[in-house]
């Protein structure tokens, strides 16, 4: 499957801040909250759903991805979107392993499978 989601009882608000502090346990951080609905607004189109696209880095592992192949900068930083679908909460992100499989760089398949599970981890933690 090219992504990963998952749902939970949370607001959104509230995934967001606890996604937050579980990114921060494994040294990642968020660049940029990319607020949709109150973009999509402001610019004179009503959009009811609230839906978040959060940039998210680890500034050494994009330093080592990058030496190695700035190809890999094509998908960088990582993304993770919070949103609400139907009543409910969601929290979803596109695998790393899919994305780094369009680089062609077998060197580059472990790093991505180390991100990958660790992006997990937080989102999975954020729900716990």
Not at 35 to 60: A, M, R, W
């Amino acid at each position: 499957m090219f992504h990963y989601t998952i749902n939970t009882n949370q607001t959104v608000e509230e995934a967001i801040k606890s996604l937050e502090t579980s990114l921060k346990e494994e040294s990642f951080g968020v660049l940029w909250n990319f607020d949709i609905k109150e973009t999509l607004q402001n610019k004179g189109f009503e959009y009811d759903q609230s839906y978040h696209v959060l940039e998210v880095c680890n500034p050494k592992e994009a330093k080592e991805i990058l030496s190695r192949n700035q190809m890999a900068g094509y998908f960088l930083p990582c993304k993770i979107v919070v949103y609400e679908d139907a009543g409910e909460t969601k929290i979803g992100m596109p695998r790393p392993t899919k994305l780094i499989e369009m680089v062609d760089d077998d060197k580059l398949k472990d790093f991505a499978n180390n991100i990958e599970k660790r992006l997990i981890r937080c989102m999975d933690n954020s729900i716990a």
